[in-house]
């Protein structure tokens, strides 16, 4: 832990960083977007970050459902996800999304912090 209280470290850490209050972690349940997000492993979703098209995203539906995809656009009304490889294409109504939070990152499920996020379609922040 030495190293994270080094000064120099700290003068590295962007000012628009979102602070960690304004992550949430979820494990991923499913290969939908392998390889680059495997299930079991977790994703740092940082909502204080805007998502822009080409961004890896979470996107909350009104029903609970949560779904990991790369965001394709919005238009019309809708709002089009893309799978890692641009292949399985989901198109969901723009009234059934309460939110769309980007991806900041990743880590593998062998991490001694694993148990910190809920699976995707839990609860934000709270423990398994």
Known sequence: MKHFQNRRVRSHVSPTAPSSSNVYVLTVRDNAMAPRYRAGELIFVTPGIKARVGH????????GRRLVRRLGRIKSGQVRLLGVCGDATTVVPRTTVVSIHRIGGSASPDLP????????GGEPGRPQ
């Open 56 to 63: 890896d995203v979470v996107v909350t539906l009104t029903d």
């Open 113 to 120: 912090c694993m148990g910190w996020g809920a699976d995707i």
